[in-house]
């Protein structure tokens, strides 16, 4: 089975035509699924902190999964339960 890469695409459809969002992927089997209101905005900080963890990967700057758990565990474990809500 060929392994197709995920990308995500926000299509808005008016309930009748099929959008050319669609019409543009090539064959295959698609998810579709509704999304109710906005994405989340990002800080500029979250925005900031996304662009680095990007550019650190492209310089192959990498971590194993085990080693980033530890490191996301430990940053949660500084924030409130009230951070979550």
Do not use: Q
Not at 20 to 27: G, M, S, V, Y
Not at 40 to 59: H, N
Not at 65 to 76: E, W
Request: aromatic share 4%.
């Amino acid at each position: 089975m060929m392994c197709m890469p995920r990308h995500g695409r926000v299509v808005h459809w008016n309930g009748k035509d099929v959008p050319a969002e669609l019409r543009e992927l090539p064959p295959g089997r698609y998810v579709v699924e509704a999304v109710e209101g906005e994405r989340p905005v990002l800080s500029p900080e979250e925005e900031a902190g996304i662009e680095a963890a990007l550019e650190s990967y492209r310089e192959g700057r990498v971590v194993d999964a085990k080693r980033a758990r530890v490191i996301i565990d430990a940053s949660l474990a500084r924030r409130s339960p009230r951070d979550f809500t």
